[in-house]
């Protein structure tokens, strides 16, 4: 975090696991460093986070695949479903289960079979348009090594303890607040 002082940069972007996270924001805090947008990945949005680093975590901005906040019909009606049933839908690990299990079931049901190159090749020919993640839709461009396209979903903390969508546009619920007050 020293380097990270000495260098001046508008930005600071560190992609952690939570203890790293909790260790290197406790230290950035400590020493009173500033910039326009700080973001730790996935982190810095979950309740514990709040519970220990207060105020401290207050506009930080996080890098989603997933939360229960995505306006979508689909969505909504998940965290609907989900919070009955179990309780608290606020952590992303939920949703991306919940579709996760939904695109290798529709993989299996195409492919017909148990067989893992059969349920590749589904996989490869899929195109879900009602999921509930960024882009509502779950496809493998090939160009892109198999991986999914989808947008992330950027969060930001505000100081009363909620958070707000700041991408993408068709989710928004608010607007960014960049640069991040001092």
Aim: charged share 20%; aromatic share 10%; no cysteine.
């Amino acid at each position: 975090m020293l380097r990270v002082q000495s260098v001046g940069a508008d930005v600071f972007l560190s992609d952690s696991h939570y203890p790293d996270f909790m260790l290197q924001h406790k230290t950035y805090l400590q020493l009173q460093l500033y910039h326009a947008v700080v973001s730790y990945g996935i982190r810095g949005t979950e309740a514990a986070a709040r519970e220990a680093l207060g105020a401290g975590v207050n506009f930080l901005v996080t890098s989603q695949w997933w939360t229960s906040q995505l306006p979508y019909p689909e969505s909504m009606a998940f965290v609907e479903r989900y919070t009955r049933r179990y309780g608290d839908a606020n952590s992303y690990y939920p949703g991306l289960a919940y579709e996760t299990v939904r695109t290798l079931l529709a993989a299996i049901e195409a492919a017909g079979t148990l067989e893992a190159p059969d349920i590749r090749q589904a996989l490869a020919r899929m195109d879900r348009k009602d999921a509930i993640i960024p882009g509502r839709r779950v496809y493998f461009p090939k160009e892109n090594g198999f991986q999914i396209d989808n947008p992330s979903v950027l969060v930001q903390n505000l100081p009363d303890g909620s958070a707000r969508i700041i991408y993408p546009k068709d989710a928004l619920t608010g607007e960014a607040v960049v640069p991040r007050p001092r």
